[in-house]
């Protein structure tokens, strides 16, 4: 998870792939970009290891890499949405749960976007996605969701298909990405 310094949304995805580049590094595996495969209205992939996620919302950047199964991410700063902007996306159930104090309109959505994100499903499917406390289900997959503390004022949620222990964020500051990736070229 970085804080980006440009707010232009086309760095925040190059900062996103670097983001990328650095955690499979990390893990060892090696990324070509080139090889990025963009499906007809898919989830990005890159062929062999590991399922991988990218979000950015507010001035932070994020990613997710994970080995065995899939994964979403998503990240939005926190009061983004408000309970009127979630009749298209949640259920009445699901808005009381927003009326009561449970959670945020921010957090139903960053959740819902997760688990789409997660299965390679599309924004228009948010309201197919049934959320629990730490879990939802969408196109018939339950999936597990996580609730890092990342960047102050910002919501984030991991969603899972398979259940495993808390996420560990590494906090990289853009100008040591930046610097990084300009030193491998």
Known sequence: MLRRAIPADRNATLLGLLLLCSARRALGWSTVLADLVYPDGG?????GAGDFSISHGGDCVGCAVVADSPVGFDVEPAGRLTPQALRLIAS????????AGELTATAMAVAKEAAVKALGGRYTQLSDVALGRDEASFAGTALYLEWPQLAPGHVAVLAHA????????VYVPAHELLGSWSSTR
């Open 92 to 99: 009445a159930g699901e808005r009381a749960r927003v009326e």
């Open 162 to 169: 398979v259940r495993r222990p808390a996420a560990a964020p």
């Open 43 to 47: 989830k990005p992939a890159l062929p």
